[in-house]
């Protein structure tokens, strides 16, 4: 059996990432998505709240698995017997992270592969962080994150 692990913050998820795990749906037969637990910056979204969302929009699809972890990726991914680490591609901007990270993985475990999906046109220019700003100046997201997410918003706006 083909695994593989999407890990990242998705503070919050959005069509970009969807996207990338859809395509990768096609490549391997199992995907763990793995959300980061503590992120340097104060998430927007609560660890529960993130794996929630994400648990809730793939909740019937028996490819996907929805985790969170602290600590190293390569000892997560390894624990749970996945190799290879799958990411995102946008802007050159993201290659020169990605290429540094890749590298640091590989390193601290050589087993460890990453694959890079290139974004779809669509969705070069979106990113979580876009979605947190139009966020705080309430402003529409529906074009770029699912209904969850605007549910949860709306929740967290209403106390
Ligand atoms: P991180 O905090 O690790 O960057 P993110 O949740 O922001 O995590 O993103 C996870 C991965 O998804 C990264 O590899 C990122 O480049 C990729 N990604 C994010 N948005 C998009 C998008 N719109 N198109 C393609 N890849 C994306």
Do not use: W
Request: some cysteine; proline content about 3%; overall charge neutral.
């Amino acid at each position: 059996m083909k695994k593989a692990i999407y890990p990242g913050s998705f503070d919050p998820i959005t069509f970009g990432h969807i996207d990338i795990i859809q395509r990768a749906k096609k490549q391997f037969d199992h995907i763990t998505i793995a959300l980061f637990k503590n992120i340097d910056k104060d998430p927007l979204f609560s660890i529960q709240d993130r794996c929630n969302i994400i648990k809730e929009y793939f909740m019937n699809d028996q490819q996907i698995s929805v985790e969170y972890f602290d600590g190293l990726l390569v000892e997560f991914a390894a624990k749970h017997d996945i190799y290879t680490i799958i990411r995102g591609l946008r802007a050159v901007s993201d290659f020169e992270y990605e290429f540094q990270l890749a590298l640091t993985n590989r390193s601290l475990n050589e087993r460890i592969d990453s694959v890079f999906f290139m974004t779809d046109l669509k969705y070069a220019f979106l990113s979580s962080s876009t979605v947190r700003q139009l966020i705080k100046f309430k402003s529409s997201i529906s074009a770029f994150v699912p209904a969850a997410v605007e549910n949860k918003v709306r929740e967290l706006l209403n106390g």
